[in-house]
């Protein structure tokens, strides 16, 4: 699986495909932007992304957005994990 950094994602964030995967309320917490699917809702509205777009996909640790990530690939999706996700984001100076 691919996997970007959370510093290589802060510096790139603006050129990515945002895709956060996490639940509303925690979205609302911090919005990152990007499209928004929450991981229980992915494979109903998988068709709302595009398979030739790489995702750069985000949750709260970076252990569901590695769950997403997989399903993603497995489905024909192109998709990459931050590595440690928000939180690891949020760390940085």
Known sequence: ???ISANDFKEHLSALSLLDIRTPRERADFDL?????PLDDLLTRIQEL???????VICYNGTQS????RL??????????VTGGLEAYLSLP
């Open 66 to 69: 590695q769950i997403a990530c």
């Open 50 to 56: 595009n398979p030739t777009i790489l995702y750069t």
């Open 72 to 81: 993603l690939t497995a489905k024909g999706y192109l998709a990459q994990n």
């Open 33 to 37: 932007g990007g499209i928004h699917i």
């Open 1 to 3: 699986m691919e996997s």
